[in-house]
């Protein structure tokens, strides 16, 4: 910490309760009564000093003559501390000077017009020379003296104080410190040399310096309280510090102060870590909410900016301590334009309204979901008028943040479903926001359905099937339309449509098998009738011939079974849907319910059937393609069998 001794005389002030007396021979002719305390002193070294001191002096030596006249400072900028560095001044005692006190006896010397008319090299100029030409170079004491201001802001301000600290610390923040070292220097570490290694006795030492990284300044500045850290932020946006540096600064200060930002750290911590930095007692609930509203002022508005979960805390944190309907609107603005980057830990917001109507907010999600979407569309997002076709749909790389946020949305809905209290129009408003071209699978949707059909048995079958119409069967995987086949809780409308979409992707999948196979025929057969002619042109059927002929012979035998199968799964799914149709005259009249279980049960094992059979063919159409590759390879090895 910066310091200077002023003069060399002997400290000869001692203090006794509740006064000081100079003990320098002479009886004391003046007393100067500053905050409670007395301070006996003689009146010349103080008029000679004080153009205030004169003019008092001189009035009251006018009233009560030469007796010992009494003198009340009671509007003096400082303490009683600071009429002492003063007085010894006056006196040429010795007087250090800090980046703590001399803010205050620069305004007490301001204040006491100690000027140089009343001496050469008087007060004010002694205070100056020491701020500009020591503190106003140094981070740390500008830092502190920054600090000091604020205890008398208005005579600060007044002297340009403040604006000089500030304009210091803002010049040093926006210039990298690696360029000079500030980090060690500051912390009264070692000199470095020109070549960067450290310094001893004005030897090198061959270490080098750590680089400092830009975030060096975070923690130093959170001792400033917040109207002195809002003036410091707005001066190094001035500066043009990066906007990276100022969020990650205000990130920090919030963290620092308000103790509901971190999830994982309880009130106690964060008294701890303030008392730690000497920073007192925690905020009461009135400051905090003030700060937080105060910070929402200061973030910069700008994606991916600021930590998602770093907005969820301070949004949770906003609804604890109830702050304006403004600061909320604007963090879940904030959210909304990342909440691709959030997880499904941070939407899990407890209900904290006065109706306590669900476990989870609910509603402040949906808030979520609606800035995103219309900012993901004002943006250049993908609109449904956008897409060609499925295939373009799915791997458009600008789908990406909504098909993440859509399935965000489907894991949150499987967490808040068992809530017996989520009404049903409010689970169906969150799940058909999202819109359709989001969700490459229904799989996710499919999910949170279930468990909410499981928590909510007392929905009619109209409920029922106006909440599976949220469902497109079409975009369900194998394993999702089994398990629906089979699902006792989804309506008879639901369960047929899983039905007969499963049985057109078997047969789009088998008739994709047939199309490889024929290809692969027609291609055997042009190379069976060139094999054919060779072996005739040269009077010579090799033995590598022969085998590839066999193994042609065997493709075709297996492709003749797969459309054997084909013919057999196709007379499988007409008897399935007579039967379906019987199970809804079943189930429509007065039959006994253990007509449907069993039904199901076939169901699901028809179901089973036919994928163990798409497997089969799957397998034999690689099993052919295989060998056709075996028997092209051979032929570039054998070009002239």
């Not at 129009?425 to 799989?443: H, I």
């Amino acid at each position: 910490m910066a310091d200077v001794m002023l003069d060399s005389k002997t400290d000869a002030f001692q203090r006794q309760g509740q006064a000081w007396f100079c003990t320098t021979g002479l009886p004391s002719d003046i007393i100067v009564e500053v905050e409670g305390m007395s301070f006996h002193l003689h009146k010349f070294p103080l008029l000679s000093r004080s153009g205030v001191m004169e003019r008092m002096i001189t009035d009251a030596a006018r009233d009560i003559g030469e007796e010992k006249c009494i003198i009340s400072l009671s509007n003096l900028p400082g303490s009683a501390k600071t009429f002492e560095l003063v007085a010894k001044f006056c006196y040429g005692m010795r007087l250090e000077l800090t980046s703590s006190n001399v803010v205050h006896v620069r305004c007490a010397a301001e204040h006491l017009e100690m000027t140089e008319e009343y001496g050469e090299g008087n007060l004010i100029t002694q205070t100056e020379k020491f701020l500009s030409q020591v503190v106003l170079r140094n981070w740390k004491d500008s830092l502190r003296a920054l600090q000091a201001c604020n205890d008398l802001l208005s005579y600060a301000d007044e002297l340009n104080i403040t604006k000089r600290c500030i304009d210091s610390l803002a010049t040093r923040a926006s210039v990298d410190p690696n360029l000079f070292g500030w980090s060690i220097v500051e912390h009264g570490g070692p000199l470095q040399s020109p070549g960067g290694s450290l310094l001893w006795n004005g030897i090198s030492t061959g270490a080098r310096l750590k680089n400092a990284s830009s975030d060096w300044w975070y923690e130093d500045v959170t001792v400033l309280n917040l109207p002195l850290y809002k003036r410091l932020i707005s001066a190094m946006e001035t500066r043009g510090i990066q906007q990276e540096f100022i969020a990650g600064s205000i990130t920090f200060y919030a963290k620092r102060y308000l103790p509901g930002v971190n999830k994982r750290n309880g009130v106690r911590d964060s008294s701890a870590r303030l008392a730690s930095v000497g920073l007192g007692a925690p905020l009461s609930q009135e400051d905090q909410r003030t700060l937080l509203e105060e910070i929402d002022r200061l973030l910069p508005i700008q994606k991916g900016l600021l930590p998602t979960n770093f907005l969820f805390g301070l949004l949770r944190t906003a609804t604890i301590l109830q702050a304006g309907p403004g600061c909320v609107s604007n963090l879940e603005r904030r959210i909304g334009m990342q909440l691709d980057q959030a997880t499904l830990e941070d939407l899990l917001m407890p209900n904290l309204s006065h109706s306590m109507e669900t476990l989870y907010n609910v509603d402040c999600v949906q808030r979520l979901l609606e800035h995103f979407l219309t900012m993901d569309q004002a943006t250049g997002g993908v609109s449904p008028s956008s897409l060609d076709g499925e295939n373009q749909l799915i791997g458009s790389p600008s789908l990406t943040p909504v098909t993440m946020v859509a399935k965000l949305i489907d894991g949150y809905l499987a967490e808040v479903a068992p809530d017996i209290n989520l009404k049903l129009p409010k689970f169906e408003a969150l799940a058909s926001a999202v819109p359709s071209y989001a969700r490459p699978l229904d799989d996710g949707l499919y999910r949170a359905l279930d468990i909410y059909l499981k928590s909510h048995p007392w929905l009619a079958e109209l409920e029922r099937e106006q909440l599976c119409r949220l469902m497109d069967c079409q975009k369900l995987s194998l394993e999702a339309c089994t398990h629906a086949a089979q699902n006792e809780r989804l309506p008879l409308r639901a369960v047929v449509q899983v039905l007969f979409f499963e049985q057109l992707q078997l047969r789009t999948s088998i008739a994709g098998c047939f199309l490889v196979s024929e290809n692969l025929d027609g291609g055997s057969r042009q190379l069976r009738g060139g094999l054919t002619g060779a072996a005739a042109a040269d009077g010579v059927g090799g033995g590598g011939w022969g085998s590839a002929v066999k193994e042609n012979q065997a493709l075709k035998v297996g492709m003749d079974h797969m459309r054997m199968r084909v013919s057999e799964l196709e007379k499988e799914c007409s008897h399935m849907k007579q039967e379906i149709e019987k199970l809804g005259r079943v189930k429509g009249g007065s039959g006994p319910p253990s007509t449907w279980e069993n039904m199901s049960k076939k169901l699901g094992l028809r179901v089973k059937s036919q994928m163990c059979s798409a497997q089969e063919g799957s397998i034999r159409t690689q099993k052919s393609r295989g060998k056709a590759k075996n028997l092209h390879g051979h032929l570039k090895k054998n070009p002239s069998s």
